[in-house]
């Protein structure tokens, strides 16, 4: 049997390419490294979905996604937002959902090499630790050696463009500095409604801090960073924190507080942003600033029983999986979109997503990082289109976009359009 398409990463934009393809009636499998999908959602406990503007496109998929998780209370819809998300119930719900349209998914599998003939690839080389015999759907070689599948279209949705790098594809160079990564992580028996309180008393910036109840769950969100040019309520708090030996100077570069639907007493951090000098192709490195990043999480734990109220019988409970990284390696496709076609809202004949999330490029320097605000703008499907390969595409944060532009288009909900809008394409091309 030979695959319509094949996915090789089943996180956001993955996902949403695999459940589109299947609900159209084309044969697709998702190739995963991990034992679940979801990536940078339930992995990298990236949540919530952050809004993306109210004229996009190619949502089917996420306005699915909302409904089968409101269905086991995985979802709260907070301060307009549909996308607050229960991370652990969405594994379950996202192994549904594929199986509802019949999408075959290999779990603990890795792509090891492709084959490619007349631009075309036409076999995935496959590792996993958890086959031991072939059938129908995996084919073998050389006595058990190697194990492949087949397919008509390959879709690029690991992050890193792994396909893209087997398949000697030409990236983008990339001369500014890569955005620091950052590591997430949960802590429970929290005193959300005690927390909520204090902190919009403490900061009556409802821009940066705010609170509901939805239901008869106190939810609530606020942040800080260490750039001067905002006044934040929580800086004296880190400051003395630091000057007591709490927290580390550059633990206060990043920090970011979420509540979590169907978690009554949790928060989400979206910290600490890595800012040590990683090199992503030196595993000794990334594993380096993986373990400083878990130290300094025990840091921001200590800081929040503390000196937050609500946190103080508090523990961690999760850190994520995986880095929740924001830039990597990119694609040159048939279209290199830029922050000029993004600023001028440039139209195209076709279209895969349009969103207004801001020009959002972190730094690890102090008052460097670039939050802009934008009007709409569109993505052309050439920009998930390889080059040099005919029936490979992308979707996701490696896509064929300059720098700039890629850190507005990196977020879930544009994942999500981009994986959706390659089925789709597929769809009418096949």
Not at 104 to 132: A, G, H, P, Q, W
Not at 173 to 189: D, G, K, Y
Not at 207 to 217: A, F, K, L, R
Not at 312 to 325: F, K, P, T
């Amino acid at each position: 049997m030979i695959y319509d398409i094949a996915i090789v990463g089943g996180g956001t934009a993955g996902c949403a390419a695999a459940y589109i393809a299947g609900k159209l009636g084309l044969k697709s499998i998702i190739i995963e490294k991990n034992i679940h999908l979801g990536g940078t959602i339930t992995s990298g406990l990236v949540i919530p979905i952050m809004q993306s503007g109210e004229n996009q496109i190619n949502t089917d998929f996420y306005n699915d996604l909302v409904l089968e998780l409101k269905a086991v209370n995985g979802q709260i819809t907070y301060q307009g937002n549909q996308g607050w998300f229960n991370p652990e119930l969405l594994k379950i719900v996202l192994d549904n959902m594929m199986s509802k349209v019949g999408v075959d998914i290999l779990f603990n599998t890795m792509v090891t090499d492709v084959s490619i003939e007349n631009k075309k690839i036409n076999r995935l080389y496959l590792n996993n630790n958890l086959l031991s015999v072939c059938n129908d759907k995996l084919y073998c070689q050389n006595k058990m050696l190697s194990v492949y599948i087949d397919a008509k279209y390959v879709i690029d949705s690991t992050g890193n463009c792994e396909i893209g790098k087997f398949s000697n594809c030409e990236f983008l160079e990339n001369h500014e500095n890569i955005q620091p990564p950052s590591l997430r992580f949960i802590m429970e028996n929290v005193n959300v409604k005690e927390f909520a309180d204090w902190i919009c008393l403490l900061d009556s910036n409802r821009d940066v801090t705010t609170s509901e109840y939805i239901g008869n769950q106190c939810h609530c969100s606020t942040a800080y960073t260490w750039d001067s040019a905002k006044k934040w309520a929580l800086a004296p708090l880190f400051e003395d924190a630091v000057k007591n030996k709490v927290l580390k100077d550059t633990d206060r570069n990043y920090f970011q507080v979420f509540s979590i639907a169907g978690m009554s007493s949790a928060i989400a951090f979206n910290c600490p942003r890595i800012i040590d000098d990683i090199d992503f192709d030196d595993g000794i490195s990334i594993s380096n600033a993986i373990m400083s990043a878990r130290a300094a999480i025990l840091r921001l734990s200590n800081f929040c029983k503390l000196y937050l109220k609500g946190f103080e019988n508090s523990y961690i409970s999760n850190i994520a999986d995986m880095l929740g990284v924001r830039a990597s390696r990119r694609i040159k496709g048939k279209y290199v979109y830029t922050i000029e076609d993004l600023k001028s809202g440039k139209k195209f004949e076709h279209p895969v997503l349009i969103s207004n999330y801001p020009v959002d490029v972190h730094s690890k320097d102090k008052n460097s990082s670039t939050l802009e605000v934008v009007k709409d703008y569109q993505l052309p499907i050439e920009s998930l289109m390889s080059k040099d390969v005919d029936n490979l595409f992308v979707a996701g944060r490696c896509l064929s976009a300059d720098a700039m532009a890629q850190g507005a288009l990196r977020v879930q909900a544009s994942c999500f359009s981009m994986g959706e809008g390659v089925a789709k394409y597929i769809k009418s091309i096949i």
